[in-house]
Nanobody, 122 residues
Framework: QVRLVESGGGLVQAGGSLRLSCVGT????????MGWYRQAPGSQRELVAR????????YADSVKGRFTISRDITENRMVYLQMNSLQPEDTAVYFC???????????????WGQGIQVTVSS
């Protein structure tokens, strides 16, 4: 099974930046979709940004122009989220998500990280 471990969250003032990282461990795999979601208190989990193995990226309207998602092409085990111009409304628990195929048996998987807190103070 693929275990995802997030890092890089924390407390930052409005206008500041953070970079989230997520690494997949526990098995060899070929990643397809890699992405970041977030969930604020009392709200549903929502897409922040995702990227496919074919290079397609998608962003929530609220983060376009401020956040950038990238993946480690060489090892294809890591995905990052650079967050600039952070605002208090970006405060949430951020979750990493990866799906793809386990190697060498090619069985599919769909994994979520445990979540990491991002808090933006005004």
């Amino acid at each position: 099974q693929v275990r995802l471990v997030e890092s890089g969250g924390g407390l930052v003032q409005a206008g500041g930046s953070l970079r989230l990282s997520c690494v997949g461990t526990g098995a060899r795999f070929l990643a397809n979709d890699m992405g970041w979601y977030r969930q604020a208190p009392g709200s549903q989990r929502e897409l922040v940004a995702r990227t496919t193995s074919g290079g397609v990226t998608e962003y929530a309207d609220s983060v376009k122009g401020r956040f950038t998602i990238s993946r480690d092409i060489t090892e294809n085990r890591m995905v990052y989220l650079q967050m600039n111009s952070l605002q208090p409304e970006d405060t949430a628990v951020y979750f990493c998500h990866v799906d793809g195929q386990l190697l060498p048996e090619t069985r599919t998987f769909d994994s979520w990280g445990q979540g990491i807190q991002v808090t933006v103070s005004s």
